[in-house]
């Protein structure tokens, strides 16, 4: 059983920058891919990021493209997201989630294990 736990949300002025992790537990970190997603209230989860178990290979939403990196270090079993440039509609709970398959697609399906959720604000 694998668990994730995100944290570094927080409250951030517009411009500003924050630094999500995801610490992982249990099973195959290095194996896995993870994905970011965000829900803002009233809205559907949607997708922000992904990145393979190699870390070479990485895909984001365009909302964030330019904006946010995603990244992993399989030897602390932690992904990472960095947030620049935030926007006050980056507000959302934002969550990691791992995909055992690998493949760091976009879609919620896709992905096994979730975190219980990072709050992100973003005033303007």
């Known amino acids: 059983q694998v668990q994730l736990v995100e944290s570094g949300g927080g409250l951030v002025q517009a411009g500003g920058s924050l630094r999500l992790s995801c610490a992982a537990s249990?099973?195959?970190?290095?194996?896995?891919?993870v994905g970011w997603f965000r829900q803002a209230p009233g809205k559907e989860r949607e997708f922000v990021a992904a990145?393979?178990?190699?870390?070479?290979?990485?895909a984001y939403a365009g909302s964030v493209k330019g904006r946010f990196t995603i990244s992993r270090d399989n030897a602390k079993n932690t992904g990472y997201l960095q947030m620049n440039s935030l926007k006050p509609e980056d507000t959302a709970v934002y969550y990691c989630?791992?995909?055992?398959?690998?493949?760091?697609?976009?879609?919620?399906?896709?992905?096994?294990?979730w975190g219980q959720g990072t709050q992100v604000t973003v005033s303007s």
């Open positions: 249990g099973g195959t970190f290095s194996s896995y891919a």
């Open positions: 989630a791992a995909d055992t398959a690998g493949r760091a697609g976009s879609s919620i399906a896709e992905y096994d294990y």
């Open positions: 990145i393979r178990w190699s870390g070479r290979t990485t």
